[in-house]
C-alpha cells in the first residue's frame, strides 16, 4: 500500500517557482520526493500563498496565488492558479485556468462546508489580503468568486476584515452526530483575533474579539484529551510574533476571559507555527510551537487536578511548561504532525527554511508500551468477565 | 538528507588549538575501552577517559604537537606523540590490571616496612611520563604506524612533501621506559603537500598507503614492494585522480572497508573514500581506477571517519564542517545530518566508552576551548520504519494479536492503544 503525504503548508519556495511533495512508501520504508515545477511562475514573479483543494476520489490540486511583475503596487498584478497533484507514476499534470484577484492573496484557506441554498457539502476556498475577506467556490476545475454569497457558505464570516493571517475551524457535534456548534477563530495580522460561535439549535451567532500586540502567527482549537471526555469544552491555542504563547481556556463558555500565557516560549525569537498533538502517549495533548530560532517547543500542559470536572487546564501561568526542545537546522515556518507513515502513530513534520525535519517516536519505546497496555487491557476485560459472572451467580 | 537532533552530550574543557591529525580514539590501558587522546598547540597531551569531568592523564612540554597515533607493541599500546620540530615522544601506560597488581603489591611493601602508612589514592591528574624520545626530522604532518611481515613499520608525512618509513624496534624495560630502535627504510618525495595518509591492509602480512594532496590528487602504492623488489613505482602502482575543481583544496581520503552490503568478492570489499575542502565526497574503487560515486555539499568539509554508526553491520562515512555541520552518509548515498550548535575547528568520531561500554561518538574540537562528545547516536537506519512493519517483523504478543486484523483493524486497534493509557 502506498502512503500519500501532502504537506498542506507552503511547499513551495518562493523565490524560483519550484517545490515538492514527499511521499512514502509502506512496502519498502523509503520516501520518494516528487519535485513540482510551476510552470506558470516565471523570473518576476513571487509565490504569496498556497493552500490544498482536496477532491473527492483523486488527488488533491494545489492552490497558488502569485504576484507578477515588479514590487511597485501600479504595476504588479495578482494571480490565482491551480496545480494538479499526481502521484510519480502517474505522471504530473498542470491544469492552468489563472485567475486574476485584485488584492494580493497572502492568506488561503480551504474549508468543506454545507452550502445552505442546495444543501450539500461544498469546498470553498477563503482568500485574505484585501479589504473583506474573499469566497471562491470550486466549479469543474474553475475557481468562481463567490465572496458576495458569502452567506449561503458561512453567514458568520459576512464583513470580516481581510487581513486574515491564520484561521481555525471547530465543528462541535451532540451524541447523535447532528452538527451543534461551529467555533470559527480568525487572527489578524494587525493583531486582532474574532471567535464567532454559531449555534445551530437556536440559530445565534456569538461574535467576539480581543486585541493582541502584534501579527497572529497561528490559532488553534484543540481539548486537553486525546479523546474528549464528555462535557469538556474546547481551549484555543494563539501564538503570535511578538509575544508568548496564549491559552485561552474554555472558549465556548468563557470567550477570551480565561487566558493562561505558556512562559518562556518566546526566549528563541518568534514563534511562527503550532500543531497539537498527543506525542508522549499519555492520552493528553501536547502543544508543539516551532519557532523562527531554529527551535521547535513541545509544551506539555499539567494534567487536570480535579478529575471530577470535564473543564480546564490546570495551568498556572508562572510555570514553564517546556517538556522537550527539538532543534532544527534553520528557522521553522510551518509545523504539522500526520501519521505520514500510515500505521497509526503520528510524526512531527516541521518544514524550515533549509529543508523538511521529519520526527518520528522511538519505535522501540513505542512497542513496549503497546505490548504492555495490550496485556494491561486483557487483564482489565478478564476481571471484568469475572465480576460480570460472580453478579450472574449470586 | 535528512536532519537529526543528538541530544547526549559530554563536554570537557581544553585550552589551546588542535591539529586535525592530533586527536584519536584509542584503548591505550587495555581496558578493553577506548580513551580519547588529545595533542595541542601549547605542548599538552591530554588522556580523556569516560564522563569524568576533566582529563585523566596529563602530560605537558611536549612542544607543539602536531600528530598523535597510538601503535600496539607486544599486545602493549604506545602512543606516539610528534611536535613540529620533529621531537617524537612515546608514551607507554600500563593496563588497569597491572596497576591493581603494583598497587596491591606496593601496599603489602608499606604495610610492612612503612607502618602501616595510608597509600593515598592515585590523583586523577596524574602526571604522564615520557616512556622515551628522540629527535627525528622537523616539520612532519601525519603518523601512522603500520605493520609489515611482522615488522612494525612508523611512516611520517612530512609538510616538505617527503614521506618516510622507519621500521621500529621497542622493548620495554621493567620501569616502564622503552628501548627503541628506529631504522630508515624508505624517503619518498611526492609532487603535492601531503594532506592525509591512509593505510589498508591487503593480507595479513602487507598493507598500502594512499597518500592524499591538494586539489584531490590520491597515490596509491605499496611501500614495501617498493622496497624488496626495487621497481620504478610508476609501473601500475601509482594512481591519481582529479576530483576537486580548486587546485589547492584540502583533501582527504581513507580506506573503507565492508561500505557497500553484500559484496562477496573479496578484493573488492575495500573502497576508497575522499573529501575536498570545497564539499564533494566521492567513493572510489579499489585500485582507485574508476569513480563509484560522488556528491557535492555545501560545506567547507573535513575530517572524514568511517565507522557502523546506523549499527547495520555496514560502514558509513562521516564528515564535519566548520560550521557544525556533521553528514553521515551509506551506501546509497543517503545522507543524515546532524548540527552542533558551535564552530568546530577539529573532528573525529569513532568508538569511545563514555560508560563502560564503546559505542560509536561523534568528537569535536570547538573554538570555544571545548571537547564536546556525541555519544549515543541511535541512528538506527536511514530507512523511515513504520511501527506496523515492526511489528510483523518482530516474535511477540502483539504480533499474536494483530496479524489476523486487516491493516485498517489494525492501525485501529494501535491508535486505540497509543492514545490510552491504562
Known sequence: MEVTAHLNQRPASKKNGRGASIEYSQTNCECKTIPINFSQIQNSCRILSIEILPKFNSPPSIIFGYVKGTNSDDSSSFHLDRYQMSTIDQGQKVISHPCVLQFPPKFMKTITTKNLSTNEMETILLIGGGERLACFADRSERLIDATKSIEIYLPELKNLAGNVSSMDILLISDETQKMKQRLIICGHSNGFLNLTINDFQTGEIIHRSNEHDSFISSVRFFYHNYKPIEGEEPNLLVTSALEQAVVYRDVLSTHFLDPVVLATTDTRDCVTSSCIVDIDLDGKNEILLGTYGDTCFICRLPSVVEQQSPKGLSLISEESPLYRTLTLAASAYSLVCVDFTNDGLDEIIIATTKGLHIHQLGLDEVMYILNNRMEIKKQLSLTKTNEKNLSLIS | ?422
Not at chain 2, 1 to 21: C, E, K, P
Request: proline share 2%.
Open chain 2, 1 to 422: 538528507m535528512r536532519f537529526v537532533s543528538l541530544a547526549n552530550t559530554v563536554q570537557y574543557d581544553i585550552h589551546g588549538n588542535v591539529l586535525q591529525q592530533a586527536i584519536c580514539l584509542a584503548d591505550v590501558d587495555a581496558n578493553k575501552s577506548n580513551e580519547l587522546v588529545v595533542g595541542t598547540f601549547q605542548g599538552e597531551l591530554l588522556i580523556f577517559k569516560g564522563a569524568r569531568k576533566t582529563f585523566w592523564k596529563k602530560a605537558s612540554g611536549l612542544g607543539f604537537i602536531v600528530a598523535v597515533t597510538v601503535g600496539i607493541f607486544q599486545e602493549r599500546a604506545i602512543i606516539f606523540v610528534a611536535n613540529a620540530e620533529g621531537m617524537l615522544y612515546l608514551f607507554a601506560l600500563k593496563s588497569t590490571l597491572e596497576r591493581r597488581r603494583h598497587a596491591s603489591a606496593d601496599q603489602h611493601a608499606s604495610e610492612h616496612s612503612y607502618n602501616h602508612l595510608p597509600i593515598l589514592p592515585a590523583s586523577p591528574e596524574e602526571e604522564l611520563k615520557v616512556s622515551y624520545s628522540q629527535q627525528l626530522i622537523c616539520n612532519p604532518k601525519v603518523i601512522l604506524v603500520e605493520e609489515y611481515d611482522g615488522e612494525k613499520q612508523l611512516i611520517i608525512g612530512y609538510y616538505d612533501q617527503t614521506l618516510r618509513i622507519f621500521s621500529c624496534t621497542i622493548h620495554e624495560e621493567s620501569d616502564a621506559r622503552l628501548s627503541v630502535r628506529f631504522i630508515l627504510k624508505l624517503a619518498f618525495n611526492v609532487a603535492g603537500q601531503i594532506h592525509t595518509i591512509t593505510s589498508n591492509r591487503l593480507n595479513k602480512n602487507a598493507y598500502e598507503l594512499v597518500i592524499s594532496q591538494s586539489g584531490g590528487n590520491l597515490i596509491r602504492f605499496n611501500p614495501n614492494e617498493m622496497v624488496s623488489t626495487d621497481q620504478i613505482p610508476a609501473i601500475g602502482r601509482l594512481l591519481s585522480t582529479d576530483i576537486s575543481k580548486h587546485e589547492n583544496a584540502i583533501t582527504e581520503a581513507i580506506s573503507l572497508e565492508n561500505f557497500f552490503p553484500n559484496i562477496t568478492q573479496t578484493d573488492s570489499n575495500t573502497v576508497y573514500a575522499t573529501c575536498t575542502s570545497d564539499g564533494s565526497i566521492n567513493i572510489f574503487s579499489n585500485n582507485l581506477e574508476k569513480q563509484t560515486r560522488s556528491i557535492q555539499l555545501n560545506n567547507v568539509l573535513f575530517g572524514l571517519q568511517k565507522g557502523d554508526f546506523m549499527n547495520d553491520g555496514t560502514n558509513q562515512l562521516a564528515v564535519s564542517s566548520w560550521d557544525g555541520d556533521t553528514f553521515i552518509i551509506d551506501h546509497r548515498f543517503d545522507i543524515i545530518r546532524f548540527k552542533l550548535d558551535e564552530k568546530v575547528r577539529c573532528f573525529t568520531a569513532g568508538l569511545y566508552a563514555v560508560e563502560s561500554m564503546n559505542t560509536y561518538c561523534f568528537i569535536y574540537v570547538t573554538f570555544n576551548d571545548k571537547i564536546v562528545i556525541v555519544h549515543n547516536l541511535e541512528l538506527s537506519s536511514m530507512k523511515i520504519n513504520n511501527l506496523a512493519t515492526m511489528i510483523m517483523m518482530r516474535e511477540n504478543k502483539l504480533k499474536e494479536t494483530l496479524s489476523h486484523l486487516s491493516s485498517d483493524q489494525m492501525k485501529q486497534q494501535i491508535v486505540e492503544l497509543l492514545h490510552t493509557p491504562y
